[in-house]
């Protein structure tokens, strides 16, 4: 990262340091190789840019992960807002769209729907290592603001996942090389998770590409979906 502002920590800190809080607002993953049950990963995380919003900064955070040969397995793009604080320019590159078209809208590929157990935030965090409170307890995430403890978006992001290539690849997920979506509101468990799937208008020979969001309780939960799909000559 070549930016003034980022490259000083102690300025992005102060930067931070005066929000009034801050949320998970989008991810952006891209699988390069196949991860396996035995694998060791090392990874390590870098500013990757930060920009204003109407409701605060938007940093985005690169989380790269390598297997023990120093191969890029898979990349991760944390964004993240910070409610109340503010930069004076946009620094570091934008990454790629993955705006849901408008056009994508009358071209339904197929929905599924999920129950979402009123224990998957336990299960996750006890697979995923975050044990976050507002996600494990109602209490915390009241003093918050919200309603009920929250169901962790890289989870509602993997259900959405499975639906996507439930529906663009019959369940085949070797092909899979991006997965991007907003975390329009919180998903409350137990509750159902519907994802609707649809045809991005943005294929060729080379790789499929589709549009998709996620619906809870009557609203939208995570919106601006895209994934990416190899070939059969780029699959794993």
Known sequence: MHSTILDNHRLLAEMLGSSSGGVHA???????????????????????????TSIGVR??????????????????????????????????????????????QSRELG?????IAADQPFRYAAASGDHAPIHLSDD??????????LLHGLC??????????????????????????RFA???????????????SGASDENSLAVAFEASSAGSIAVSHGRAEFRTDSGRW
């Open 26 to 52: 989008g991810h952006d993953v891209y699988f390069h190789h196949p991860v396996r049950a035995d694998m060791i990963l090392h990874w390590t995380s870098e500013v990757y840019s930060a920009a204003q």
């Open 59 to 104: 940093v985005i955070t690169r989380i790269p992960l390598y297997d023990v040969n120093g191969r890029l397995v898979t990349e991760h793009y944390w964004s993240s807002i910070y409610f109340g604080t503010t930069i004076a320019s946009a620094a570091g590159p934008r990454l790629a769209d993955h705006a849901f078209p408008e056009a994508a």
């Open 111 to 115: 929905s599924v729907s999920f129950e």
């Open 140 to 149: 915390v995430a009241r003093s918050h603001g919200f309603p009920a403890k």
């Open 156 to 181: 509602t992001l993997a259900i959405c996942g499975v639906a996507v290539v439930r529906v663009a690849e019959h369940g085949e997920s070797g092909g899979l090389s991006r997965l991007a979506a």
């Open 185 to 199: 509101k919180p998903v409350f468990p137990p509750c159902t998770l519907d994802v609707r799937v649809c045809d």
